[in-house]
């Protein structure tokens, strides 16, 4: 007899677990996802080309907060947790909703890794807004400076066509377009293709791997959230990084904690900019979990391309996105590069938010007096730049991955944040790789 499923989760790994593992096996029978943090995906389905010949109508997505009527009018035995970034205790209360609503729990490990039958080397993260970015850049720039064909795959952020996003490839600005990236994609795809390299996301992750091997000497995975790695290897290294400005996230958040224990390596980021007895905490959870690992210690230096629109002004700091909604940071590099260059004062941009920013402010109230860089829409990035633009100011700090004014419109003087990962003494991403 079937066993019936839920699947819980944010458009990634939850799409993940289902087309490794239960997509052909008639072993079980998955009734619904449910879905939440990526506005617009709930009320939708996974579609029939997608799920495989044992589900030809696809497989309705259902808000999150409907689990328990799911869970019971369909009389589903199992559901499975399928998404990052979150502290132990909020898994293991979705655990205690779900078993007291008669289904059991569980969250998948290895048997959702595809086999790549390349070398690879995954960089993930304790939690959002680590620094995994620009540390994927550091191994790339490695692995190329040695002569190999590096191919890199990102954690998925399939907020669109799910049929259009199977398999996508990014090797030129145009294909930012072609594929109708949100802000959030392009911040993650756009560094690898200006660097001169290609990267690979999508949705079905075994056929993108299929498709990434025929170009690669070596695979890169670029983890997203603090999410484990989609992939395995023969030949593989694991790259955790941890941010001491969170000290104790790295122990405290799923998955980020398993990300620990399958370290090879733990870059400790932010080294320049967190205090002291932080950053020893970090060192001791790492040595206490993973005490095999190497350490490499790292900043985030900052380059603003216009310091003197900061310099005594009131300025509108743009964060990261996801780093301030559900990474949790109260700050980000726009404050820091604020602070270093002396603004005058950082400007509330929630008396002049507008729609979907207005709204974001509404479920997210820790984000205080910081503006995230939502793009998810054509609607959110319009109401953003309105935001901005309302915003009475005296200059705007960006300090997101991708230059925020070629994508919308700023009426005030506007300087861009850029940020790139710097060891700290040895080891060396470069001598962690010297054997690949």
Avoid at 2 to 19: C, Y
Avoid at 286 to 293: F, G, I, L, T, Y
Avoid at 392 to 404: Q, Y
Wanted: glycine share 6%; charged share 25%; with cysteine.
């Amino acid at each position: 007899m079937k066993r019936k499923v839920i699947i819980m989760g944010a458009a990634g790994r939850d799409f993940h677990n289902f087309n490794v593992y239960f997509r052909d096996n008639d072993s079980y029978e998955v009734v619904a996802f449910t879905a939440t943090q990526i506005p617009g995906i709930d009320d939708k389905k996974y579609p029939a080309e997608l799920a495989g010949s044992l589900y030809p109508n696809g497989i309705a997505i259902h808000p999150e907060a409907d689990i328990v009527e799911l869970i019971k009018n369909n009389n589903v035995d199992l559901v499975v947790f399928a998404y990052s970034d979150q502290p132990h205790e909020v898994v293991m209360n979705k655990g205690a909703i779900v078993n007291a609503a008669g289904a059991d729990f569980t969250m998948m490990g290895a048997n959702t890794m595809v086999k790549t039958t390349k070398p690879l080397v995954t960089i993930c993260a304790a939690r959002t807004g680590c620094g995994k970015s620009q540390t994927t850049r550091a191994v790339v720039k490695a692995l190329k400076a040695k002569g190999l064909k590096v191919v890199s795959i990102r954690h998925p952020m399939p907020y669109g066509d799910l049929v259009a996003q199977k398999v996508q490839r990014f090797a030129e600005l145009a294909d930012l377009e072609k594929h109708k990236c949100t802000i959030e994609e392009m911040e993650e795809y756009e560094p690898h293709i200006r660097m001169g390299s290609v990267i690979y996301a999508g949705v079905d992750y075994e056929a993108i791997v299929r498709e990434a091997e025929k170009e690669a000497d070596v695979i890169v995975w670029d983890g997203g959230n603090n999410d484990i790695p989609f992939y395995t290897s023969d030949k593989k290294l694991n790259i955790t990084v941890v941010d001491p400005h969170r000290a104790g996230d790295e122990i405290s958040y799923y998955p980020g904690e398993t990300n620990l224990y399958l370290s090879d390596v733990v870059v400790i980021n932010k080294i320049d900019s967190a205090d002291l007895e932080d950053i020893q905490e970090v060192r001791e959870n790492v040595r206490s979990r993973n005490p095999k690992a190497i350490i490499i210690e790292a900043a985030s230096p900052l380059f603003v391309d216009k310091p003197e629109l900061i310099l005594g002004k009131n300025v509108l700091v743009v964060e990261d996105g996801p780093t301030l909604t559900h990474g949790e940071m109260a700050y980000g590099a726009g404050v820091i590069a604020a602070e270093k260059y002396g603004c005058a004062g950082m400007v509330d941009p929630r008396p002049w938010a507008v729609g979907e920013i207005a709204e974001t402010f509404e479920n997210y109230p820790e984000i205080g007096i910081l503006l995230p860089a939502m793009g998810y829409s054509a609607q959110q990035i319009k109401d953003m730049e309105t935001t901005i633009n309302n915003t009475e100011c005296d200059s705007v700090v960006i300090a997101t991955p991708i230059d925020l004014r070629r994508l919308v419109t700023i009426n005030k003087p506007a300087c861009q944040v850029n940020y790139e990962l710097q060891e700290i003494g040895l080891p060396t991403i470069a001598d962690v790789l010297k054997d690949f």
